[in-house]
């Protein structure tokens, strides 16, 4: 075998012996109270639990922002009613309004948060 052959064989072997091995599984924990940590580890659950508190209070906010100042204004447009009660035939489509646009806002808020975070490399 010539000498070159020789090194390239060698330098294989080499790199395989350098190529990172996969961990070991971890071994399943044991107890009550290590089983739940690692539930709530795995599943984010603490992060799940922020979030959810988060956006029910920005859902609570945009309402309180439509409600109180948003149709309001739109309100003036409308003289001698209120945005809530208007009707077309036996729909509230004042309501029905109202609710639309705090659902957007909140899409349109969600989705600024997402994109900038997304920019920071957070996931």
Known sequence: M????????????????LE???APPAPPPHGMMNEFRA???KYKILG???????GLYLG???QALVADLIMPIISLFLPGTAWDALMV???????????????????????????????????
């Open 2 to 17: 010539p000498k070159e052959d020789q090194m390239l064989d060698e330098l294989r072997r080499i790199r395989e012996l």
């Open 20 to 22: 990172p091995k996969p």
């Open 60 to 62: 609570a906010l945009v």
């Open 89 to 123: 035939g036996p729909f509230r489509v004042g309501h029905f309004f109202g609710a639309l646009l705090t659902f957007l806002i909140v899409a349109l808020v969600i989705f600024g948060l997402v994109r900038q975070t997304t920019k920071m490399g957070i996931e």
């Open 48 to 54: 799940l639990a922020v979030a959810f508190i988060l």
């Open 39 to 41: 539930f709530i580890v």
